[in-house]
């Protein structure tokens, strides 16, 4: 198991499950918050090696998140997952430096979005 960290800000229990399962195999301390503002406080208190954000969700957007992350930590790896992206919102994501998925995805899209954002986690 590698000793790194993932923050996951994901309100969808589904998605959250698929998310949990795969990031639990790839990382030691996996923090999921409910909320952009239940997320945004982790980022005060804690330092992630990936943030995975969904972009709708209660309190603060994944773009609110994605932003403050970067503001803490400019070059943390970031992926940002939705089902409603348009494309001034993709637009604005990649250029603050994510990745977006697109929702319905499946396991083995989303361990190689990981893995393309953080290729030093073990095989």
Same mark, same amino acid.
């Given at each position: &198991?590698?000793?790194?960290?993932?923050? $996951? !800000?994901?309100?969808?229990?589904?998605?959250? /499950?698929?998310?949990?399962?795969?990031?639990? /195999?790839?990382?030691?301390?996996?923090?999921?918050?409910?909320?952009?503002?239940?997320? &945004?406080?982790?980022? +005060?208190?804690?330092?992630?090696? %990936?943030? $995975?954000? /969904?972009?709708? &969700?209660?309190? +603060?957007?994944?773009?609110?998140? %994605? !932003?403050?992350?970067?503001?803490?930590?400019?070059?943390?790896?970031?992926?940002?997952?939705?089902?409603?992206?348009?494309? /001034?919102?993709?637009?604005?994501?990649?250029? %603050?430096? !994510? +990745?977006?998925?697109?929702?319905?995805?499946?396991?083995?899209?989303?361990?190689?979005? $990981?893995?393309?954002?953080?290729?030093?986690?073990?095989?």
């Amino acid at each position: &198991m590698h000793d790194r960290s993932v923050l $996951i !800000a994901e309100d969808d229990p589904l998605v959250l /499950d698929v998310l949990v399962r795969i990031c639990k /195999d790839l990382f030691a301390d996996v923090v999921v918050r409910d909320s952009g503002s239940e997320a &945004m406080r982790a980022l +005060e208190s804690q330092s992630f090696d %990936l943030l $995975i954000t /969904d972009l709708r &969700m209660p309190g +603060e957007s994944g773009l609110a998140l %994605l !932003a403050e992350s970067r503001r803490r930590a400019p070059t943390r790896p970031t992926l940002l997952i939705s089902g409603y992206a348009d494309e /001034d919102v993709v637009s604005e994501a990649r250029r %603050l430096g !994510a +990745e977006v998925l697109h929702k319905p995805f499946g396991a083995v899209v989303l361990r190689q979005a $990981i893995r393309t954002l953080c290729p030093d986690l073990p095989r």
